[in-house]
Nanobody, 115 residues
Framework: QVQLVESGGGLVQPGGSLRLSCAAS????????MDWYRQAPGKERELVAT???????NYADSVKGRFTISRDNAKKTVYLQMNTLKPEDTAVYYC?????????WGQGTQVTVSS
């Protein structure tokens, strides 16, 4: 069983920055990939960024060059640094991981980009 708890969302002006955190429970963390998804009102949930157990990263085209995913295995935490935020980044952001056929999601954290 894995529990994921996100934090760090909030209201920010366009062009601003936020850092999201996702703390994971469970005995093993370092070997598993971790993802950030987001869901805007009226839209489907979309994959934003992924980091493998080895630290390889992938990003959605819409956030490349602006967002950075990282992980601290000692703290069992994954981060999403979001820079140059745009109004279209407004969404609920979710942390996600898999253990075999099981998927685990956090409760989500709201990010609102508005002046």
């Amino acid at each position: 069983q894995v529990q994921l708890v996100e934090s760090g969302g909030g209201l920010v002006q366009p062009g601003g920055s936020l850092r999201l955190s996702c703390a994971a429970s469970g005995s093993i963390f370092s070997i598993y990939a971790m993802d950030w998804y987001r869901q805007a009102p009226g839209k489907e949930r979309e994959l934003v960024a992924t980091i493998s157990g080895g630290g390889s990263t992938n990003y959605a085209d819409s956030v490349k060059g602006r967002f950075t995913i990282s992980r601290d295995n000692a703290k069992k935490t994954v981060y999403l640094q979001m820079n140059t935020l745009k109004p279209e980044d407004t969404a609920v952001y979710y942390c996600h991981t898999r253990r075999g056929s099981n998927e685990y999601w956090g409760q989500g954290t709201q990010v609102t980009v508005s002046s």
